[in-house]
């Protein structure tokens, strides 16, 4: 099991820490060192910058969304932090929500499926530096001819060569046609709220993008990173009651009523009921209620939360279900530590 340090996005300012931890996370043995990114803080310039410090981690976007820049302009971002790196480069892509997608960036929210898989599609072209790249759209035509054009635009190749053309593209996906997507045309799932008693249901959905035509790679070379919070502590059920806020946060307000991706995570893991009574309590302003109707299993079916032996219990079980690499979000450099220490 490889472990990845999850910085996020940043809140009102960045991390004070984040240089702390990426000592301890290369010096203890961590694969890779993900940012985020939602509607402040970028993705991809805290890896240029704190990935200098390091030598040896990783360095991937998890996730860097596709509404916030185009196919080309995104390959340029990763095949420069590729070069800078010296070829550490992971580009970790997700299409948000519609909420984040129409209302920041200003773009329609259709299609995601077509959207996602055109501009993979386009990202690795310029890659590959073969041909100057066109793209016949619809989503990301090039050259574009549309409203507003004046008629010259030019297929170009990147003035920069790529360090490498097949720089590991991943994909954040959480629905059945999504992840079928992630395992046809990427190198690797970025998977959240991931649930080891659901891996049968994910090796249906990752089985039917392996078997297509022309499919990329096969489970055998496919990494699978989940976002995980472990917690080492001796009173396990305090711990699981102070998460549930945070769970019913994600359930009941990260999305609207009509459309809540996350929701639709839980209720596919068998939580329907709970769902709607979150979401029903959240939207009424009723938070405390809402955190109070989350079971205790829908925190610890996504979580590793126990003693020594049993988290390490729990990393077993999860890479038995087919997970490679476990995403952790760390207080400080003793967290870091103390998490390598019960793992590798």
């Known amino acids: 099991m490889k472990l990845g340090l999850q910085l996020g996005y940043w809140g009102a300012g960045p991390p004070a820490n984040v240089p702390e931890l990426l000592a301890a996370a290369e010096e203890v043995g961590f694969d890779a060192v993900f940012a985020a990114e939602s509607w402040g803080s970028d993705a991809f310039t805290p890896l240029a910058w704190w990935g200098s410090r390091t030598e040896r981690m990783r360095l991937g976007t998890s996730v860097a969304q596709l509404s916030a820049r185009t196919p080309t302009g995104c390959a340029m971002h990763a095949l420069t932090l590729d070069h800078v790196s010296g070829g550490r480069a992971i580009l970790g892509l997700g299409v948000s929500g519609p909420q984040v997608v129409e209302g920041w960036y200003g773009e329609p929210f259709a299609k995601p499926l077509a959207r996602t898989r055109e501009y993979v599609s386009v990202v690795r072209r310029v890659l590959a530096r073969e041909a100057p790249v066109t793209n016949r759209g619809p989503h990301y035509p090039l050259p574009y001819s549309g409203p507003g054009s004046v008629g010259l635009g030019k297929p170009l190749k990147p003035i920069t060569h790529p360090l490498r053309a097949d720089l590991p593209i991943w994909l954040g996906a959480e629905g059945p046609k999504n992840v079928a997507l992630?395992?046809?045309?990427?190198?690797?799932?970025?998977?959240?709220?991931?649930?080891?008693?659901?891996?049968?249901?994910?090796?249906?959905?990752?089985?039917?993008?392996?078997?297509?035509?022309?499919?990329?790679?096969?489970?055998?070379d496919f990494e699978i990173a989940a976002t995980c919070q472990v917690i080492i502590t001796d009173d396990r059920a305090a711990t699981v009651a102070s998460l549930k806020p945070t769970t019913a946060l994600y359930v009941g307000g990260m999305g609207a009523p009509e459309l809540n991706f996350h929701a639709q995570v839980y209720t596919r893991m068998g939580y329907g009921d709970a769902v709607a009574e979150i979401g029903e309590l959240f939207r009424a302003g009723r938070k405390d209620e809402a955190a109070e109707a989350v079971p205790d299993d829908m925190v610890t079916d996504t979580m590793i939360i126990g003693d020594i032996d049993e988290v390490r219990a729990g990393v077993d079980?999860?890479?038995?279900?087919?997970?490679?690499?476990?995403?952790?979000?760390?207080?400080?450099?003793?967290?870091?530590?103390?998490?390598?220490?019960?793992?590798?």
């Not at 995403?327 to 530590?337: E, G, M």
């Open 182 to 220: 992630t395992a046809e045309i990427a190198d690797g799932w970025l998977a959240i709220y991931y649930s080891p008693r659901l891996a049968p249901m994910y090796n249906e959905w990752l089985d039917e993008g392996f078997a297509r035509t022309g499919a990329r790679r096969t489970r055998e």
């Open 317 to 344: 079980r999860w890479e038995a279900a087919g997970v490679t690499m476990l995403l952790l979000s760390c207080r400080d450099a003793d967290h870091v530590r103390q998490l390598a220490e019960a793992f590798l």
